[in-house]
Structures are given as structure tokens and as C-alpha cells.
């Protein structure tokens, strides 16, 4: 709507632009409705400094006797005792409405009512037309009787259909309605009280833009609007702007505030002469509204009106208590099924299994009809689901797209556009973060639900034109208007969203206890780890001596009586020899394995080529002469403490020899790289190689793959390699084939020089 039609610009003191209604200064418009005159009044000097051109009409005093009169010479002293009294206490609720029957002197033909109220350093004061019928007993027993009806009704689907016929015989109002507003303030008519010619309105949508956001703002304050006759000529506020500061008069509390010509059109295009409208306020927001529409001027009283807030406040306490009984029922309901997935999950403590392989689901949870989970880097879904790969993408966008560890939507395509691919089993999305790194999700689905939604005219505001200038109008038809909503799941409420925070706290909770559990169990292996590791290291020690007395004795034997036995005889030392010397290795090995858990590291900074061509030597030159053996240099420095290097680089070497010794060219081949955060030292050989199946298993303590008639040994040099790179915090594997030789990899972490 443009500023200069409709003649906008005699509404107010202010330029605005009409194009947008949310912006219309409606609590500074310039004129008051012609049903009531107001006075303002500086609250210092009791001067009148502001006062409508209708004063003649309804006070009997033209407006420029009135202004600049000094408001104890126009009022009796028993009222502007009242009026002094409000303004000292800050408050005229206690004493609106004021009783007038005399203004200047003289009577008036009718009884008004005074309201009176502070805005700023000005008292607005309105005076309106009073009905003695209010004060009647039949009126207050018909008062009586609608609230009790109200307060009587059995659910609150039969409170607003109450609340619309009660008001409707209590005001006399042609159509009364029950408005409810959705999270973006459209509205729905929920209850309806009509005459009988009228077309209904009830379960009609109306867009938010209907009731623009500061007519809300002022809903919020004073609960009731009241436009008596939308096609009257309005008053003027002489003057438009205070006399010395030059701003006009803000009539944010008025009464009988003038109406935006904005909303004339739009009553006039419904054919409404006459509205009323009341604030439903809950938690300190916009509920809803009591609407009234009258096809002919009325002006109900304002005690009438104060009656009609009232039944309001009656509804929102209905309102609030039916809700908190909902919240409370379906609280205890998620409870039961939370209570029910924590004992699932206490049982093995195992999340996967507590929440998505028992009685008792993810899916029981919050009426969802798919959950997935992705847990330990794997996803797991139940119910109807996106397909892996979307799921995935989803989060991907979550981990990138949200700050909160709860998101929830039930228009997933609206923030996600790749969710219209998926919108049949997930439109709408309520996802829970577990945790951070690595990313953890539970994420439940509902899908599309296409509704057809009934509103009351086109709720888009027609654009029309005049010459080359735009103007936004009002609608003109309130024919019903149907709309296909599609891409919508059903929304998620406030339990689903508190029912997964809590269950997030209970997978904590287990979380929390398994890891008590298994750190208990850890010390506890750790401690019979080491008490083992001294026995072993005791035990073989110890097993050294009466293995030296049966070497001795032996030895004895075979000197001083080998030709007194026979060949069976002699064939019993050689074993008892053989089998010390193999004993005498196990011990070694067990000692040498001991002794790594027992000491301390000292960590060197060492030349690995250095460390190899040492260790190598040492190897009889027999051996050494039968195998091609290259050493890669030059090599980056390891970090290690150097005996243990030593024992790990001797028994690599030892296994090399010894697997690739039935080949006709033995080759082994050592070396290291880096990469800036470790060294890599690896072993490879042309041996017999192995399967990779069993890649893993050979790092264990006695494991073996071959048998001690093809290749010596005990079972433990591997684990003295794994048990070193464990303790220097590295990585040790191997890769072969079988056949194809082997090749032992060693990775030693470079840091500063510390006593570990």
C-alpha cells in the first residue's frame, strides 16, 4: 500500500512505508475512533496539552475550549481525587472506569466511563459511552453462569467451544471465534459461535500477515482491542505532536486507539463493521485470540470487555494445565521406555544392543517410524530408513551445518535440500550427538504426510498497480482457499526433544560405568600382568641352577661312561644334552621377555644402520656367508632405548636367517624411513613366507606355524619385538604372502629426548 492512498497520510505524523505492514506505526497514529474522546494531559501541571476534535460531541466543549484547560476545572473534585490518587500509586487498573456524568460545569446527556492511563510524562484519559445494563443482576447472573459453564467443561476442545458460545451471548456479537496461532503466528479457527445465515469459518487457516507483528506486540500488553464501527470517520489528536518536544502522542495503551487504514480495508473487504478482539496469553506468549466480528457499529463496555479478559485468563490456566498433564503423561511414558532401553543397555553394556536388538526400541521411544545409530565408526538402522549412503551424507551435513548436539526439523528438505530425495520415510529429522571424535549419531525418521490445508482467502496480500506505482492490498476474497502441504512430517514436540537429551545422559551413564568397569578389570590385569611377568622372570631364573646340575651330570655321564653304554644308552645323553640346550633358550627368551616389562626405557637418538651392522656381526660368519645381505643407507635416526633395540633388531635377524635358509640365494634386506613423526624400520627376507590369515597370531607368545623338527625355536622372539615396539609406543606388522617372503615393519615414534 502506498503512504499517499487511502488518504494515509491524515493517519499519521510520521513517513512509513505501507508496502510492508509489519512496519506501520500503529501506536502513534493521529486519531482516536469516534465512539470515544480523549484527552492528554501533562501529569506536572495538570494542563490539557492534547484532546480529539470530537469533543464537542461527547463532552459538550468544542476542542479549543478544551485545550490548554487545566483538567481541575473541567472534572468534579471527587474525580480528580481518583486521578490524583492513580498517578501517585502508579496505578488506575484499581480505579478504571471512572464514573462521569458532568465535564465543565455542566451535565451530559449520557453516562461515560473515564479510563484513565500513564504513557510517559502524559495521562491519556478516554471517555466512552457507559450501559447501565452491565450493572443489572440479570446481566451478572448470565456473567455467573458463563463462567461456571466454562470452568465446568470437560477438555479443552469443549472449553473453546463454551468459551465462543458464552461470549458470544454475553456480548452479542454476530460471529465469535477461537483463534489459534501456529510458531510463525498463522492462525486457525479452533471454535466458532455464529448466527445461523452466516457462512462458518471454522477450521480456516489466515496468514500471520493478517495480524502484523507490532498489532501482536500490543496484544501481548493489553490483552483487548475493541474497533467499534470500521467505516466511521475517525477524530483527529489536536494537536498531532506535542506542543514542545514536537513528538506525537504514543498511544500504546490507548483504548480507543484509531485504526490503521490498513486494516479498515481488510474489515470493509470481509464486510465487518465492528470487532473485538482478546489476547489468549500463555508462558508469556501469544496463544491465540478471542475474535468477535459484528456486521453492524457496537460498542461493548469496556466492563463487559474486562469480563471477556477474564474468561481468556480462564483458558490459558486451562490451557496450561491440560498441557502440563499431557507433558506429564507422556513424560512418564518415555520414562517407562527409557527406564526399560538403560536396563537393555546395563545388561551387556552394550549400547548397540540396548537400543536396537531387544523388546524395547529406539523406535518406542518418540513415535518414530526409523533410527539409525552410527556407533564405533558403523551404522546400525532399524525401521523405515534412508539407505546407508544418505544417512552418511546426512550427518556429514549435521557435522557441518549445526552447533547444538539436538537438531530437529519436520521439513528436513527446508535446511537440507538433498532431503527432498528422501522425504517418503525421512521429512522430518530429530538427530542426537553422542559425542564428537569420532562422530557419534542417533538419528530418528518420520515421513512425508501430504495435507490439504483450508485457508480463508488467498492468504498471499494482491499486488496492484496504479500508472507505474505499487500498491499491496488487503484481501479481498475469504472464499476458501485449499493448499497442498508437502515435504512435512509431523512435528516433534517438547518431550520427543527432552526424551532424547535424557536418553543421551543414560548412553553417558553406561558409557561412564563401562569404562569404570573396565578400568577396574585393566588394573587388575595389569597388576596380575606384573606379578606374572616377576614369577615368570623369577621361576627362570631360578630353573638355571638344577638345569646346570643336569647339564653337569650329563656331561659327566658321557665323559667317564659313554663306552660302558650301549647305543640306546648313548642315544639317551644326546637327547638330555639336546634338550638342555633348547631349555637353556627358552629361559633366555622368558628372561628376555621379563626383563622389558621390568626396566625402564632410556630413549637415544641412534643411527639404525649402526645398531644393524652390530647386530649382524654378531651372528657366527658361517651363517652370515650364506645370506645376501644389503643394508639401505642412508637411514633417518630412530628415537629408541638401545638394548632393546638390539634384542628386537636380533631376533628380526635371527627369524630372517633362519626361514630363508632352504633358499638357494638367501636375501635379506634392512631399512628405515620417516615421515617427519616416526621411523619405520623393516626387515625383509626371500623365506617361506605365511599366510595372512595369520599376520596377526605370530606376535603372540608361543605361537608357532611350523614345527620344531623343520625350524628351532620358542615361540617368543616375536613377542619380544611386539613387547619392545609396544613399549617404545609404536606399531609393528608384517606383511606375506605364503611362498613369498616376509616383511616386518617397526614403527618408532619421534619425540624429544625424555626418561619414559
Known sequence: ?????????????????????????????????????????????????????????????????????????????EIMEQIRSGLQENDFLSINPIIIKSFGGHILDTTYHLIAHLQDQTMILEFEQRDPLVSSSRFLQRSDRAVQKIQSARDVNNLFHETASEIKVLTGYDRVMIYQFDEEYNGIVIAEAKEDHLSPYYQLRYPASDIPRQARALFLRNQVRIIVDAQSEPAQIIPAVHPETGTPLDQTDSVARGVSPIHIEYLNNMGVRASMSVAIVKENKLWGLIACHHYQPKLVDYRVRNMIKFLSRIISGHLALQEAHDFREQGLQTNIVRSHLLEQMSRNWSVL?????????LLDLNQASGAALLLDGRLHTIGECPSEEKIMELIDWLENNTDSSVFETNELSAHWPAGLEIKDVASGLLSLQIAHTPPEY?????????????????????????GEQMRLSPRKSFDIWKEQVQNTAKPWDRNDINSAIALRNDIKEIIIEKYQEIRKLNQNLLEAYKDLESFSYSVSHDLRMPLRTIEGFSQILE?????????????????ISSSIGKMNGF????????????????????????????????????????????????????????????????????????????????????????????????????????DPKHHQRIFDVFSRLVSDKDYEGTGVGLAIVKKVVDKHRGEVWVESEKGGGSTFYCRFPIHELEVL
Open 587 to 690: 629361559i633366555n627368551d622368558l628372561l628376555a621377555l621379563s626383563k622389558i616389562s621390568l626396566n625402564d626405557l632410556i630413549i637415544n637418538k641412534l643411527n639404525p644402520a649402526s645398531q644393524i651392522e652390530q647386530v649382524w656381526n654378531s651372528f657366527p660368519e658361517a651363517e652370515r656367508q650364506r645370506v645376501q645381505f644389503q643394508l639401505k643407507d642412508p637411514m633417518p635416526p630412530v628415537y629408541a632405548e638401545v638394548t632393546s633395540l638390539r634384542q628386537l633388531l636380533s631376533n628380526l635377524l635371527s627369524n630372517a636367517i633362519k626361514y630363508s635358509r632352504h633358499q638357494e640365494i638367501p636375501m635379506i634386506e634392512v631399512g628405515a624411513d620417516s615421515d617427519g613423526k616416526s621411523t619405520v624400520i623393516y626387515v625383509r627376507d626371500n623365506g617361506i613366507g605365511m
Open 442 to 466: 542417533i538419528l530418528w525418521f518420520r515421513p512425508e504426510i501430504i495435507q490439504t490445508v483450508n485457508w480463508g482467502g488467498n492468504p498471499e496480500k494482491a499486488v496492484t498497480f496504479s
Open 1 to 77: 500500500m502506498n503512504n499517499a492512498s487511502n488518504g494515509a497520510n491524515r493517519f499519521y505524523t510520521v513517513n512509513y512505508d505501507l508496502n510492508n505492514c509489519d512496519q506501520e506505526p500503529i501506536h502513534i497514529i493521529r486519531v482516536v475512533q469516534s465512539y470515544a474522546c480523549l484527552l492528554g494531559v501533562d501529569v506536572q501541571s495538570f494542563s490539557i496539552i492534547h484532546v480529539s476534535d470530537n469533543s464537542q460531541q461527547i463532552l459538550g466543549l468544542p476542542h479549543e475550549e478544551v485545550l490548554s484547560q487545566n483538567l481541575a476545572d473541567l472534572l468534579h473534585p
Open 353 to 361: 544392543e540396548g537400543l536396537m536388538q531387544n523388546k524395547f526400541t
Open 559 to 575: 665323559e667317564d661312561y659313554k663306552d660302558k653304554l650301549d647305543d640306546y644308552g648313548q642315544q639317551v645323553i644326546q637327547t
